[in-house]
């Protein structure tokens, strides 16, 4: 099973080449003419489908690293400022103090209503209030370690969450 290749040059010699590489040469050039035939049809290739026990492949691309690192260095940026100068900066320190006309229920002509309503004065906003009502908004993606510790701190552990906090200087720093 020995094929024989003449050469044009000298009669006399034989290059004898097996016929087992020459079917693998053929069937890599097969192969070649293939993937080219299947490179034109489907240019985006063929994609490995991976099962829920082998390795997941996870492909970011630039611009989500990029985007991803500028909102976190923005976000740091923003941490930075707030507490140089602080939320209170931002926020009046005046209480608004409002009044409302109250009528009880119950009553049963219009002078008796006349008689029992009264004002009320009420403070609008909550400055000089004891308690606050603190709410997660955000997941943890992007967020310094020391909001997270903070948060954490807090018992904020997943987003919308809320929690009742006494108002006081250390609640004040850590907001």
Known sequence: N?????????????????????????D???????????QIINPKGNRKVFSKKSKVVKVLKPETILARARSM???????????????????????????KIVIPDGLDDVEQEQEMQREVKYVANSVGGKLVFIIRLREPNGMPKNVKKILNNMKLKSSNEGIFLRYDETTKKKL
């Open 28 to 38: 890599l050039d097969e192969v070649k003419a293939h993937r080219a035939a299947q």
């Open 73 to 99: 260095r923005n976000h740091s940026i923003r941490y930075k400022r707030v507490l140089k100068k602080g939320m209170q900066k931002r926020a009046s320190k005046t209480q608004v103090v409002k009044t």
């Open 2 to 26: 020995i094929k024989v290749n003449m050469s044009a040059n000298n009669n006399d010699e034989l290059q004898l080449v097996p016929e087992t590489i020459l079917k693998r040469k053929h």
